[in-house]
């Protein structure tokens, strides 16, 4: 008989442990060990071979996550998304990336791929057509980000896995925004779903970590190059990310509650121009999000009238932090112009809209009174500058 797909927390929870058969223990127990005995075994295990018994077992639990035949752990966000690319392409080879993107990846794109022959294009808008434009003869990959950073965009996930298909590409998103709770692209038919899992996967600002979920042929092609740029994760974090994931779906949701009242405060806010949420009818692409998400997510951002400067804001909060990081349970704010896209010149964030005053608030799970409180103090505390001053 065939098994009713577990839920999400159940998920969560228990698939892809490694059982104690020893002990009982009511956790998996650690395998620290670098070296691991021929005899017995019919594979070569190994650390860098991303198959001691935590990362099997936390691969299984991410691609259950992620409805994804298999998985793959990593270092960091980055080395996923660097091993997934590069897997694929080859000198002469093109790739297609979304113009809203992650500072990092738009940092490895524009850094690396000279150098190694490979061309790229950045897409104008984030419509299928914007992709289908910049497609080439040589294109292998397209990439996407949905919902993105820091504007929150979002990208029709079943458009461009179609359109991917009629041109015979690998078709890539960075699903770290949404988290595997609130979005999973391979059933939109997206081939391969990278993490960082620094973000919401870890949840507590305390691991760095990455994860691929894919089909397993492509994860077993990505296995072949990976295991020579070696990017794997140790396993002592690997168990650390295996517990933070038991209550990814339980953060998750709080977070989606949270930032969804908190970007309707925002919004009747007389001293906010703009909040981009994907939560708010408002938003550009609302009836689009709602259709390929499950839940909006904990992830905004919000430009202040400009009598407000927003450093002096940031510094006025005292419960938020003004942090680098995001999704964890604590809520966090930045300004992506110092920090996320610093690397990004000034023409090109202004391309993709990314204004000086944008700030970005990562939604953590305090209670929403005590948040919106902090909001106000801080806007009453930076008493707006006279226009006529
Ligand atoms: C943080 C982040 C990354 C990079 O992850 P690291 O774990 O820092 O390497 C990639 N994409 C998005 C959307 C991120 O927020």
Not at 36 to 45: I, S
Not at 238 to 243: M, S, Y
Not at 290 to 317: C, I, N, R
Request: net charge negative; glycine share 6%; hydrophobic share 40%.
């Amino acid at each position: 008989m065939k098994q009713k797909p577990k839920g999400v927390n159940t998920i969560c929870t228990h698939v892809g442990e490694v059982k104690d058969e020893q002990f009982k223990g009511a956790v998996s127990p650690i395998y620290m060990a670098s070296s691991y005995a021929f005899e017995d075994v019919d594979v070569k295990r190994y650390p860098r071979y991303f198959n001691t018994p935590n990362q099997e077992a936390l691969s299984k639990k991410i691609a259950a996550l992620e409805h994804t035949e298999g998985a793959l752990i990593f270092g960091s966000g980055m080395a996923a998304i660097s091993h997934a690319i590069m897997a694929f392409l080859s000198a002469g080879d093109h790739i297609v990336l979304q113009q809203t993107l992650y500072g990092g990846t738009y940092n490895f794109a524009v850094s690396q791929f000279d150098k190694y022959g490979i061309s790229y294009s950045f897409t104008t808008g984030w419509t299928a057509a914007d992709f289908e434009k910049e497609v080439r003869s040589n294109t292998k990959v397209i990439y996407i980000e949905t919902p993105s950073n820091p504007l929150l965009t979002i990208t029709d996930m079943a458009a461009v896995a179609e359109l991917s298909k009629k041109h015979g590409l690998v078709s890539m998103i960075d699903n770290t925004f949404a988290s595997p709770i609130n979005q999973n692209p391979a059933d939109f038919g997206i081939d391969i779903v990278i993490h960082s899992a620094t973000k919401y996967m870890g949840g507590h600002s305390d691991i760095c970590a990455g994860a691929i979920a894919a089909s397993q042929e492509h994860i077993d092609k990505i296995w072949q190059s990976s295991i020579c740029f070696g990017g794997s994760l140790s396993d002592q974090t690997v168990w650390l990310l295996e517990r933070s994931l038991k209550t990814m779906a339980l953060r998750v949701k709080a977070q989606n509650e949270n930032a969804l009242k908190m970007a309707q405060y925002l919004e009747d806010h007389d001293n906010i121009d703009v909040v981009y949420y994907p939560g708010l009818t408002s938003h550009a692409d609302y009836e689009l999000a709602k259709s390929q998400m499950s839940g909006f997510g904990g992830m905004m951002s919000f430009e202040l009238h400009e009598s407000t400067d927003p450093s002096d804001f940031m510094k006025a909060l005292q419960l938020v932090k003004p942090s680098m990081s995001l999704a964890g349970v604590e809520s966090t704010m930045l300004l992506p112009v110092k920090t996320s896209h610093s690397l990004m010149s000034p023409e090109d964030r202004q391309k993709q809209g990314i204004k000086d005053g944008l700030i970005r608030f990562s939604v953590g799970i305090e209670e929403i009174e005590d948040l919106i409180e902090d909001i106000e103090q801080a806007l009453a505390q930076v008493k707006p500058k006279s226009v006529f001053a």
